[in-house]
């Protein structure tokens, strides 16, 4: 079972105020396959979602829709009746013949919550919407069919303070969102508090794994940094080795060419707490630039 399915089978399970309740299965009718005159219908493969929405039509309206069940493990929910179906378009506030289907928001009572504003986002998600596993990714979208329909419930979703944007995709206006922290507020502003912290449990793990990864390559870059800038004293020291010997040199000058010799691969404040007494790195590093200089005065003899 896949993670929106999960998310689909939790908020099937909220248990809503008589307001909500409406909202939601306002949600699930309009945004469904098909809520008008000539046919009202929902197609999905959530038997928990089947059931919601059939069983709210049911208790709000008196109509006892169909269900049917394919092979494939799709259900079908369908108002076969005509005078059936003008009841149920009478009861949320419809005639069946308007010229374009809008949200009416006289089915949302509008409290200081937005509990019902709430509702309906969740029964609009329960048949247009899906969420992908955080393991993969970040993104949560409605499908909706008609150009109003689709900026009503964006208006709704801004209303809510959620962040999303839209796009026209095969023929269907979709609103989605791709930012983590988005998505979280999506499904914790719908109501289903367990996939909400799993959401926030995972982005949390990524988080922290990302700083560590950050983390390693930095030190990784600094390791290699460190080899490369070693390598190069070390060509510099046996450059310098063919003309003159380590007697020749300084004591100071000596000792940390022969401590840069056997220790090739690492840093200056490393080589210089090998030096007695021990250097900093400064001071290491203004040593190797005296050795550059001897260097360059060996070349021009």
Do not use: W
């Not at 600094?222 to 080795?241: D, F, P, T």
């Amino acid at each position: 079972m896949s993670f929106s399915s999960d998310v689909k089978n939790e908020l099937t399970q909220s248990i809503s105020s008589a307001c909500c309740y409406k909202a939601e299965a306002f949600g699930m009718l309009l945004l469904g396959r098909a809520f008008g005159l000539s046919e009202i219908s929902l197609m999905t493969e959530i038997q928990s979602v089947a059931e919601r929405y059939s069983a709210s039509i049911r208790d709000l309206t008196g109509v006892t829709p169909t269900m049917q069940c394919s092979k494939a493990g799709n259900f079908k929910i369908s108002i076969p009746n005509k005078t059936d179906r003008i009841k149920i378009l009478e009861f949320f506030g419809y005639t069946g013949k308007e010229l374009a289907l809008r949200i009416n928001l006289a089915n949302l009572e509008q409290t200081n919550n937005d509990c019902c504003s709430r509702a309906f986002l969740r029964g609009a998600f329960l048949v247009c919407g899906s969420v992908t596993d955080p393991q993969k990714d970040y993104h949560i979208e409605f499908s909706v069919t008609k150009a109003k329909l689709c900026d009503d419930l964006m208006q709704i979703i801004d209303d809510l303070g959620l962040k999303a944007k839209k796009i026209i995709r095969n023929n269907s206006y979709v609103i989605y969102s791709k930012e983590a922290e988005s998505v979280e507020d999506f499904i914790g502003t719908m109501g289903a508090n367990n996939a909400f912290l799993q959401v926030m449990q995972t982005r949390a793990i990524k988080n922290i794994k990302n700083q560590i990864n950050r983390r390693s390559n930095f030190e990784s870059a600094n390791m290699s940094r460190s080899i490369e800038a070693g390598l190069k004293q070390v060509s510099l020291i046996e450059e310098v080795l063919e003309k003159i010997s380590l007697e020749d040199m300084t004591e100071d000058l000596s000792t940390l060419c022969s401590l840069r010799l056997e220790n090739p691969d690492i840093s200056l404040d490393e080589l210089g707490k090998l030096v007695n007494p021990p250097l900093s790195r400064s001071a290491v590093s203004r040593r190797f630039k005296k050795l550059e200089r001897i260097a360059e005065e060996l070349k021009a003899k």
